[in-house]
C-alpha cells in the first residue's frame, strides 16, 4: 500500500509526500494523471524532516512538481496518482480522495524592455500575458521625468524583431518623443510604466540628455561647413550627422509608412492624369478564381476593384465549384449591380489553374490581371499600371506588394528588385500584382494543373521563355495587398507543402525547355530553391592575385587555393607589386617550383587597376579571375561556381561570390549604387547563414556590381571595356566601375552566395578613411559620381522606397518629399547587345605555364622608389 499526502495544489505546482507502507525506506515512484490521461513520471525522493519527525520511517518521501501549462486554462480538471505494481491512498487536509479537483489559471505577466534613445525617441517594447492565453501588445503606457507624469502612449508598433523572438504579438513597440519643455542638454530620468499596475518597464529608468534646438542649429551651420571643406572633415561631419535626430521611417515601422505612402501616391496620380497619357482606353480583364474564400474578406476584394480609378475593365469572377449558396448569392449579386463583373460557375473543382484558365478564355481585354479572391488593389493600382505600360513599351509588368492582416495592418512590404531572371530561378519574386498583353498570353499560354501550388511560378518562367527582357518591366509601387489568413501561404508555407514539390518541378522543367542541365533542390523546407548547374565544360580560368609582404597571407590564400580547387583548367599569377622583405624573396623561390603558378613582379607604386591590367594583359584564358590575397575559399567547388553561373547565360560577363568576415557575418553580398554617394555592400553585418531582406542574401541573382575581392569575368569582356580604369581609379570603386561598364555593354553581372569564402577586409592595405588616403579617396569618389551620375542614384536592383544614406533594406524614404520618386525614374538597365562573340568553350590540356618570376614593369615615368604600401585592392 502506497500513502500520499497532498500538502500544496495550487497554480504553482502539486507538493506532498508518499510512502510504501510495505518497504518505507525505499523512495515512492508514482504517475500523475489528469483527466485520466497520463502527464509526469516522478520519484518521491525529496527531504521532507517534517514527515520523518511525525513518525515515517524515510527523511527523503517528499515531492515538488510543476502543472503542464496546458492544465492551467481556468477549466475544471481532475489530478490523481498512481503506481503501476500497488494499491494507492490519496489524502489532503486528512481527507481521503480518489482525485483531486483543480481549476487554475496562469497570471497574466509583463514582458519589456527599453532600447533607450536614438535618433531623438525613447523606443522600447511591452507585451502582457501567458503561455496559454498568448501574450498581447497594445498595452497602456505612463512615462514620467524626473517623477512628474509627462505623457501616455499605446504600445502598438510592428516589432517584427520581438515578435519572432517571443512568438509574441509583433505590434508591442512604442516611441515616445519627449515635449520640448523636456528635451533639455543635461541627464534626466525616464521611467516607463505599464498601466494600469503601474509595473515598471524593464531598463527603466532611462538616463539621457538631447539636442537643443539652438545646438542642432549650430551642428547644422557647422555640416554646411565641412561640405565645403570636403576632404578634410569628412569624418566630422559623418560624425556629426549620427548625433542629430533623423526622423524617418523603417522596415520596423512600415504601417506607419504605408498610412503615409498612399495618399501621397493617390494624389499624385489625380495631379498627372491629364498629362501621363495611356495608349488609348484599354480594356483590363481581372481574373479571379474562388474558391471558399470568407465572404467579408471576398466582398472587400471586389469592392477595391469597384474602386479603381480606371474604370475600363472587367472583373470575371470564376467559382471553382464552391458549393456554397451564400458565396453564389454575393457573386450574382454583384454582377447585378455592376455589369463588368461577369461570373462563371465550374460544374466541377479543377483547382487553380483550371479556373483561372477558363477566366481567361472568357477575358476579352487588351491586358489581363491577376488577382486572387481574398486580396486587395490600391484603388490606382490598373491605372497606374496601364500608365507603366505605356511608358516602358512592356509587355508583362509587375508591381511591388505588401501584406494586410486579420486586423487590418499593412506588414511585410515586398519591395522588389527590376526584372531578374537569375532570381526568379531560386524563387517566386515576382508574385503579385501581374499584368500582361493578352497578345503575349496567347504565346505563352495560360496555366499549367500540373504545377498547382507553383502555376504562378511556373507561368512567370514560361514566360521568360517568350518575352524578351526588355519587354518585362517592375512597377516600384506598393499596389497589391496579400491577405494574410490561416490557409495561405502568406501566412505559413506549411499550410500548402505540396507548392513546394511543385516549384521543383517548375524550375527543373524550366531548365529542360532551355536546354540547361542542372538539378534543382528546395531551401529551408520552402518554396525556395537551389539550382545546381551540372555543366561539363571546364574554359580556362586565369587567377590574378596581387600582394606586397604580407607573405603569410599571401601563402594561405595559395594554399587554400591549390588544397581545395578541383577545377581542372586553372592557373594562377601572383603579382609582386614590390615586395622588399626577405620572407618575400624566400616565398618566390617556393612559388617557382609550383606548376601552374608564376609570379609577375612589378617594381611601381602601388595602382590597384594598373596593377591587374598589366596581369591580364598577355592572358589567353577565357575567363579572369580576380583574388584579393585575404581571401581564403574553402570549397572544392568554388571554381565550378562562379565558371557555371557565366555559362549557364552567355550574356553574364561578370559573376562574384559572397565574402564574410572572420566572426562569420556578412561583409560582401553584392553591391548597391548610390549607397554612401557611390555604392555599399548588401547585407553586410547580418550571420553568414541568414537571407537578410526578403532572403535576398539565400539566392544567385543578377546585381549592379560585385567586389573584385573576388570576381570572374570574360577575358573578352574585360578586353572590350578597356579593363579597369588606371588613370582615374587607382584604388576605389575600380570594381564597381568595371561592373558598370559591362552592363553599359549590354551584358549581365550575377552574385552567387553558393562560392562563399573568409575575406579579412583591408588586412594589408588598410583603410580609406586614413588623413593619407583620404584626399585620394575623395576625387575617386567624385569621379564615380561625375562619371556615371544618374545611375548610381537609380540601381535597377535596389528598390527606390530604401534611402540611400541609411541602413540598407531597412530606412525609407518619407513619402512625399522626394518629388523626384514621381513618376519613377526609368529603369536604368539597357537592352543587352552582344558586342562581341561568345566563345565556345571547350576543355583544354593542362600545360605547364612559362614562368614570369623575372618579368618586371618599370616604366622610365615611374622609375623613383615607391613610397606607398599598398594592398591589392580597393575591392573590399
Same mark, same amino acid.
Given at each position: 500500500?502506497?500513502?500520499?499526502?497532498?500538502?500544496?495544489?495550487?497554480?504553482?505546482?502539486?507538493?506532498?509526500w508518499?510512502?510504501?507502507?510495505?518497504?518505507?525506506s525505499?523512495?515512492?515512484f508514482?504517475?500523475?494523471?489528469a483527466?485520466?490521461?497520463?502527464?509526469l513520471?516522478f520519484?518521491?525522493?525529496?527531504?521532507?524532516?517534517d514527515?520523518?519527525?511525525?513518525?515515517?520511517?524515510?527523511?527523503?518521501?517528499g515531492?515538488h512538481?510543476?502543472?503542464?501549462?496546458h492544465?492551467?486554462?481556468g477549466?475544471?480538471?481532475?489530478?490523481?496518482?498512481?503506481?503501476?505494481?500497488?494499491?494507492i491512498?490519496?489524502?489532503?487536509?486528512?481527507?481521503?480522495?480518489e482525485y483531486?479537483?483543480f481549476?487554475?489559471?496562469?497570471?497574466?505577466?509583463?514582458?519589456s524592455?527599453?532600447?533607450?534613445l536614438?535618433?531623438? @525617441? !525613447?523606443?522600447?517594447? &511591452?507585451?502582457?500575458?501567458?503561455?496559454?492565453?498568448?501574450?498581447? *501588445? %497594445?498595452?497602456?503606457?505612463l /512615462?514620467?521625468?524626473?517623477?512628474?507624469?509627462?505623457?501616455q502612449?499605446?504600445a502598438n508598433r510592428?516589432?517584427?524583431?520581438?515578435?519572432?523572438?517571443?512568438?509574441c504579438?509583433?505590434?508591442?513597440?512604442?516611441q515616445?518623443s519627449?515635449?520640448?519643455?523636456?528635451?533639455?542638454?543635461?541627464?534626466q530620468?525616464?521611467?516607463?510604466?505599464?498601466?494600469?499596475?503601474?509595473?515598471?518597464?524593464?531598463?527603466?529608468?532611462?538616463?539621457?540628455?538631447?539636442?537643443t534646438?539652438?545646438?542642432?542649429?549650430?551642428?547644422?551651420?557647422?555640416?554646411?561647413?565641412?561640405?565645403?571643406?570636403?576632404?578634410?572633415l569628412?569624418?566630422?561631419?559623418r560624425?556629426?550627422?549620427?548625433?542629430?535626430?533623423q526622423?524617418?521611417?523603417?522596415?520596423?515601422?512600415?504601417?506607419?509608412w504605408?498610412?503615409a505612402y498612399?495618399? @501621397? !501616391?493617390?494624389?499624385? &496620380?489625380d495631379?498627372?492624369?491629364d498629362e501621363?497619357?495611356?495608349? *488609348? %482606353?484599354?480594356?483590363?480583364? /481581372?481574373?479571379?478564381?474562388?474558391?471558399?474564400?470568407?465572404?467579408?474578406?471576398?466582398?472587400?476584394?471586389?469592392?477595391?476593384v469597384?474602386?479603381?480609378t480606371?474604370q475600363?475593365?472587367?472583373?470575371?469572377l470564376?467559382?471553382?465549384?464552391?458549393k456554397?449558396?451564400e458565396l453564389?448569392a454575393?457573386i450574382?449579386?454583384?454582377?447585378?449591380t455592376d455589369?463588368?463583373?461577369k461570373?462563371?460557375?465550374?460544374?466541377?473543382?479543377?483547382?487553380?489553374?483550371?479556373?483561372?484558365?477558363?477566366?481567361?478564355?472568357?477575358?476579352?481585354?487588351?491586358?489581363?490581371?491577376?488577382?486572387?479572391?481574398?486580396?486587395?488593389?490600391?484603388?490606382?493600382?490598373v491605372e497606374?499600371?496601364l500608365?507603366e505600360?505605356?511608358?516602358?513599351?512592356?509587355?508583362?509588368?509587375y508591381?511591388?506588394?505588401d501584406?494586410?492582416d486579420?486586423?487590418?495592418?499593412?506588414?511585410?512590404?515586398?519591395?522588389?528588385?527590376?526584372?531578374?531572371?537569375?532570381?526568379l530561378?531560386?524563387?517566386?519574386y515576382?508574385?503579385?500584382?501581374?499584368m500582361?498583353?493578352q497578345?503575349?498570353?496567347?504565346n505563352?499560354?495560360g496555366?499549367?494543373?500540373?504545377?498547382?501550388?507553383?502555376?504562378?511560378?511556373?507561368f512567370?518562367l514560361?514566360?521568360?521563355?517568350?518575352?524578351?527582357?526588355?519587354k518585362?518591366?517592375?512597377v516600384?509601387?506598393?499596389?497589391?495587398?496579400?491577405?494574410?489568413?490561416?490557409?495561405?501561404?502568406?501566412?505559413?508555407?506549411?499550410n500548402?507543402r505540396?507548392?513546394?514539390?511543385?516549384?521543383?518541378?517548375?524550375?527543373s522543367?524550366?531548365?529542360?525547355?532551355?536546354?540547361l542541365?542542372?538539378?534543382?533542390?528546395?531551401?529551408?523546407g520552402?518554396t525556395?530553391?537551389?539550382?545546381?548547374?551540372?555543366?561539363?565544360?571546364?574554359?580556362?580560368?586565369?587567377?590574378?592575385?596581387?600582394?606586397?609582404?604580407e607573405?603569410?597571407t599571401?601563402?594561405?590564400?595559395?594554399?587554400?587555393?591549390?588544397?581545395?580547387?578541383?577545377?581542372?583548367?586553372?592557373?594562377?599569377i601572383?603579382v609582386?607589386?614590390?615586395?622588399?622583405?626577405?620572407?618575400?624573396?624566400?616565398f618566390?623561390?617556393?612559388?617557382?617550383k609550383?606548376?601552374?603558378?608564376?609570379i609577375?613582379?612589378i617594381?611601381?607604386?602601388?595602382?590597384y587597376?594598373?596593377?591587374?591590367?598589366?596581369?591580364?594583359?598577355?592572358?589567353?584564358?577565357?575567363?579572369?579571375?580576380?583574388?584579393?590575397?585575404?581571401?581564403?575559399?574553402?570549397?572544392?567547388?568554388?571554381l565550378?561556381?562562379?565558371?557555371?553561373?557565366?555559362l549557364?547565360d552567355p550574356l553574364?560577363?561578370?559573376?562574384?561570390?559572397?565574402?564574410?568576415?572572420?566572426?562569420?557575418?556578412?561583409?560582401?553580398?553584392?553591391?548597391l549604387?548610390?549607397?554612401?554617394?557611390?555604392?555599399?555592400?548588401?547585407?553586410?553585418?547580418?550571420?553568414?547563414d541568414?537571407?537578410?531582406?526578403?532572403?535576398?542574401a539565400?539566392?544567385p541573382?543578377e546585381?549592379s556590381?560585385?567586389t573584385?575581392?573576388?570576381?570572374?569575368?570574360?577575358?573578352?569582356?574585360?578586353?572590350?571595356v578597356?579593363?579597369?580604369d588606371e588613370e582615374?581609379l587607382?584604388?576605389?570603386?575600380?570594381?564597381?566601375?568595371?561592373?558598370?561598364?559591362v552592363?553599359?555593354?549590354?551584358y549581365?553581372?550575377?552574385w552567387?552566395?553558393?562560392?562563399?569564402?573568409e575575406h579579412?577586409?583591408?588586412?594589408?592595405?588598410?583603410?580609406?578613411?586614413?588623413?593619407?588616403?583620404?584626399?585620394?579617396?575623395?576625387?575617386e569618389?567624385q569621379?564615380?559620381?561625375?562619371?556615371?551620375?544618374?545611375t548610381?542614384?537609380?540601381?535597377p536592383f535596389?528598390?527606390?522606397?530604401?534611402?540611400?544614406?541609411?541602413?540598407?533594406?531597412f530606412?525609407?524614404t518619407?513619402?512625399?518629399v522626394?518629388?523626384?520618386?514621381?513618376p519613377?525614374?526609368?529603369?536604368?538597365?539597357?537592352?543587352?547587345?552582344?558586342?562581341?562573340?561568345?566563345?565556345?568553350?571547350?576543355?583544354?590540356?593542362?600545360?605547364t605555364?612559362?614562368?614570369?618570376?623575372a618579368?618586371?614593369?618599370?616604366?622610365k615615368t615611374?622609375q623613383?622608389?615607391?613610397t606607398?604600401?599598398s594592398r591589392?585592392?580597393?575591392?573590399?
Amino acid at each position: 500500500m502506497i500513502v500520499c499526502q497532498v500538502d500544496e495544489f495550487s497554480v504553482n505546482g502539486i507538493r506532498g509526500w508518499a510512502t510504501d507502507t510495505e518497504n518505507p525506506s525505499q523512495p515512492v515512484f508514482l504517475h500523475a494523471l489528469a483527466d485520466g490521461q497520463e502527464f509526469l513520471q516522478f520519484q518521491c525522493s525529496d527531504l521532507r524532516e517534517d514527515v520523518h519527525a511525525a513518525g515515517i520511517q524515510s527523511k527523503n518521501t517528499g515531492f515538488h512538481i510543476a502543472i503542464p501549462p496546458h492544465l492551467l486554462d481556468g477549466k475544471k480538471h481532475s489530478i490523481t496518482f498512481k503506481n503501476r505494481l500497488k494499491q494507492i491512498e490519496i489524502y489532503s487536509q486528512n481527507q481521503k480522495l480518489e482525485y483531486i479537483s483543480f481549476s487554475g489559471k496562469l497570471p497574466v505577466e509583463t514582458r519589456s524592455f527599453v532600447d533607450g534613445l536614438k535618433q531623438g @525617441v !525613447l523606443s522600447g517594447w &511591452v507585451v502582457c500575458g501567458n503561455d496559454i492565453e498568448g501574450w498581447k *501588445g %497594445n498595452q497602456q503606457i505612463l /512615462v514620467t521625468c524626473n517623477g512628474q507624469k509627462i505623457g501616455q502612449l499605446e504600445a502598438n508598433r510592428y516589432r517584427g524583431d520581438v515578435g519572432k523572438a517571443l512568438s509574441c504579438d509583433p505590434y508591442c513597440g512604442f516611441q515616445f518623443s519627449p515635449p520640448e519643455l523636456y528635451r533639455k542638454p543635461y541627464q534626466q530620468e525616464f521611467r516607463f510604466y505599464v498601466l494600469p499596475d503601474m509595473i515598471e518597464v524593464t531598463n527603466s529608468p532611462c538616463l539621457t540628455s538631447f539636442v537643443t534646438d539652438a545646438h542642432e542649429s549650430l551642428i547644422i551651420d557647422v555640416i554646411d561647413q565641412i561640405d565645403a571643406l570636403h576632404v578634410e572633415l569628412t569624418r566630422l561631419r559623418r560624425q556629426v550627422r549620427e548625433i542629430l535626430p533623423q526622423p524617418g521611417f523603417t522596415i520596423a515601422d512600415y504601417h506607419s509608412w504605408a498610412t503615409a505612402y498612399f495618399p @501621397v !501616391l493617390r494624389k499624385y &496620380v489625380d495631379r498627372t492624369r491629364d498629362e501621363s497619357a495611356i495608349d *488609348g %482606353n484599354p480594356l483590363v480583364s /481581372v481574373v479571379c478564381p474562388v474558391w471558399n474564400p470568407d465572404l467579408t474578406d471576398f466582398t472587400a476584394a471586389i469592392q477595391s476593384v469597384l474602386s479603381q480609378t480606371w474604370q475600363n475593365w472587367e472583373l470575371i469572377l470564376v467559382d471553382d465549384c464552391s458549393k456554397n449558396p451564400e458565396l453564389r448569392a454575393v457573386i450574382e449579386n454583384f454582377a447585378k449591380t455592376d455589369a463588368r463583373i461577369k461570373p462563371i460557375f465550374q460544374e466541377k473543382n479543377g483547382g487553380i489553374s483550371i479556373a483561372t484558365n477558363a477566366g481567361l478564355a472568357a477575358a476579352k481585354g487588351e491586358w489581363i490581371a491577376f488577382f486572387d479572391h481574398d486580396d486587395l488593389l490600391a484603388d490606382v493600382a490598373v491605372e497606374y499600371m496601364l500608365r507603366e505600360a505605356t511608358r516602358s513599351h512592356a509587355d508583362l509588368i509587375y508591381s511591388d506588394e505588401d501584406k494586410i492582416d486579420a486586423s487590418g495592418y499593412y506588414r511585410e512590404p515586398a519591395f522588389k528588385t527590376d526584372w531578374n531572371y537569375r532570381l526568379l530561378l531560386g524563387v517566386n519574386y515576382v508574385c503579385h500584382f501581374v499584368m500582361i498583353r493578352q497578345s503575349a498570353l496567347q504565346n505563352i499560354g495560360g496555366l499549367n494543373k500540373e504545377y498547382d501550388g507553383a502555376q504562378d511560378h511556373d507561368f512567370l518562367l514560361r514566360a521568360s521563355e517568350h518575352i524578351p527582357a526588355e519587354k518585362i518591366h517592375h512597377v516600384p509601387e506598393i499596389l497589391y495587398h496579400w491577405r494574410i489568413t490561416a490557409n495561405s501561404t502568406a501566412s505559413d508555407i506549411g499550410n500548402k507543402r505540396y507548392a513546394i514539390d511543385a516549384g521543383i518541378k517548375a524550375v527543373s522543367d524550366h531548365l529542360v525547355r532551355r536546354n540547361l542541365p542542372a538539378t534543382v533542390d528546395s531551401q529551408l523546407g520552402m518554396t525556395l530553391y537551389t539550382v545546381n548547374w551540372d555543366f561539363n565544360q571546364s574554359p580556362s580560368v586565369t587567377i590574378i592575385i596581387p600582394y606586397k609582404d604580407e607573405i603569410a597571407t599571401t601563402a594561405r590564400c595559395l594554399d587554400a587555393i591549390q588544397k581545395y580547387t578541383r577545377y581542372p583548367n586553372y592557373k594562377v599569377i601572383l603579382v609582386n607589386n614590390w615586395s622588399i622583405t626577405k620572407e618575400a624573396e624566400a616565398f618566390a623561390q617556393a612559388v617557382d617550383k609550383i606548376p601552374n603558378v608564376e609570379i609577375l613582379t612589378i617594381k611601381e607604386p602601388f595602382n590597384y587597376s594598373r596593377i591587374n591590367n598589366l596581369a591580364a594583359k598577355d592572358e589567353t584564358s577565357d575567363f579572369l579571375l580576380f583574388l584579393n590575397n585575404d581571401v581564403f575559399v574553402e570549397q572544392e567547388n568554388w571554381l565550378e561556381i562562379l565558371v557555371n553561373e557565366a555559362l549557364a547565360d552567355p550574356l553574364v560577363a561578370i559573376v562574384g561570390g559572397k565574402f564574410v568576415y572572420p566572426n562569420q557575418t556578412v561583409q560582401h553580398a553584392g553591391v548597391l549604387l548610390g549607397i554612401g554617394d557611390v555604392a555599399g555592400h548588401a547585407h553586410v553585418g547580418i550571420p553568414r547563414d541568414e537571407g537578410g531582406y526578403a532572403g535576398r542574401a539565400y539566392f544567385p541573382q543578377e546585381i549592379s556590381a560585385v567586389t573584385a575581392a573576388g570576381m570572374l569575368i570574360r577575358r573578352p569582356a574585360f578586353e572590350l571595356v578597356g579593363g579597369f580604369d588606371e588613370e582615374h581609379l587607382k584604388v576605389a570603386f575600380n570594381d564597381i566601375d568595371l561592373c558598370l561598364k559591362v552592363r553599359d555593354a549590354g551584358y549581365k553581372v550575377v552574385w552567387t552566395p553558393d562560392f562563399c569564402a573568409e575575406h579579412h577586409e583591408s588586412l594589408s592595405r588598410g583603410s580609406d578613411d586614413r588623413p593619407s588616403t583620404e584626399r585620394r579617396f575623395f576625387h575617386e569618389t567624385q569621379f564615380m559620381i561625375e562619371k556615371w551620375g544618374n545611375t548610381l542614384r537609380t540601381d535597377p536592383f535596389y528598390n527606390p522606397h530604401f534611402t540611400l544614406d541609411r541602413q540598407v533594406f531597412f530606412d525609407l524614404t518619407i513619402p512625399g518629399v522626394d518629388e523626384t520618386r514621381y513618376p519613377p525614374l526609368a529603369s536604368t538597365r539597357k537592352k543587352m547587345r552582344p558586342l562581341w562573340p561568345i566563345p565556345t568553350f571547350t576543355m583544354a590540356p593542362k600545360k605547364t605555364p612559362e614562368k614570369r618570376t623575372a618579368k618586371t614593369t618599370t616604366p622610365k615615368t615611374r622609375q623613383k622608389k615607391s613610397t606607398t604600401s599598398s594592398r591589392t585592392s580597393k575591392a573590399d
